[in-house]
T-cell receptor, first 113, second 114 residues
Framework: KQEVTQIPAALSVPEGENLVLNCSFTDSAIYNLQWFRQDPGKGLTSLLLIQSSQREQTSGRLNASLDKSSGRSTLYIAASQPGDSATYLCAVSFGTGANNLFFGTGTRLTVIP | DAGVIQSPRHEVTEMGQEVTLRCKPISGHDYLFWYRQTMMRGLELLIYFNNNVPIDDSGMPEDRFSAKMPNASFSTLKIQPSEPRDSAVYFC????????????FGEGSWLTVV
């Protein structure tokens, strides 16, 4: 069964800390992996998209890595800010073609001023 | 662009009533997705369209749910009759090229069936 897991479910850090969010998936045959951010009462905003052939993607203070062999991805947030507080979801498209996205249940991040 | 637009944002209805959720995708996008989010099950794909044609509706929970996309700029998700267990946030999303590219989500329709 294809599953995506995110641990921990919640994380609190003081402002300014660097932090890592984890995502694991059960099948190494993936097409791509996306990280999303969801603010309370809002939709999902795509942060980074990593294709199967890539090892990492960077956008500003965010860096996402992909290790297919171990079935893991990490989202690194540098110099965290209170505005980073949100739920972060990992989503994986399995197989050789882009098909359904399987979402993790997310990590709720709180950055304390 | 205004992004993916959904309406209504909030809906409270009585069990047995018909509910229609609406979505306007981003102009030029050829894929449209309907997702449902609950605390228990997280985000689940209900159905998706490519060029207005339904491709995969295996996630539609039962016959009470139906979705249409009459043209490239409009889609509806209908629940008839509604039940309390349908209470959830329903998201519409669109993309150009499907899951191979960035998916853009609307802000969701928060449905409560009492």
């Amino acid at each position: 069964k294809q599953e995506v897991t995110q641990i921990p479910a919640a994380l609190s850090v003081p402002e300014g800390e660097n932090l890592v969010l984890n995502c694991s998936f059960t099948d190494s045959a993936i097409y791509n992996l996306q990280w999303f951010r969801q603010d309370p009462g809002k939709g999902l905003t795509s942060l980074l998209l990593i294709q199967s052939s890539q090892r990492e993607q960077t956008s500003g203070r965010l860096n996402a890595s992909l290790d297919k062999s171990s079935g893991r991805s990490t989202l690194y947030i540098a110099a965290s800010q209170p505005g980073d507080s949100a739920t972060y979801l990992c989503a994986v498209s399995f197989g050789t073609g882009a098909n359904n996205l399987f979402f993790g249940t997310g990590t709720r991040l709180t950055v304390i001023p | 662009d205004a992004g993916v637009i959904q309406s209504p944002r909030h809906e409270v209805t009585e069990m047995g009533q018909e509910v229609t959720l609406r979505c306007k995708p981003i102009s030029g996008h050829d894929y449209l997705f309907w997702y449902r989010q609950t605390m228990m099950r997280g985000l689940e794909l209900l159905i998706y369209f490519n060029n207005n044609v339904p491709i995969d509706d295996s996630g539609m929970p039962e016959d009470r749910f139906s979705a249409k996309m009459p043209n490239a700029s409009f889609s509806t998700l209908k629940i008839q009759p509604s039940e309390p267990r349908d209470s959830a946030v329903y998201f519409c999303a669109s993309s150009f090229g499907g899951y191979g590219n960035t998916i853009y989500f609307g802000e969701g329709s928060w449905l409560t069936v009492v």
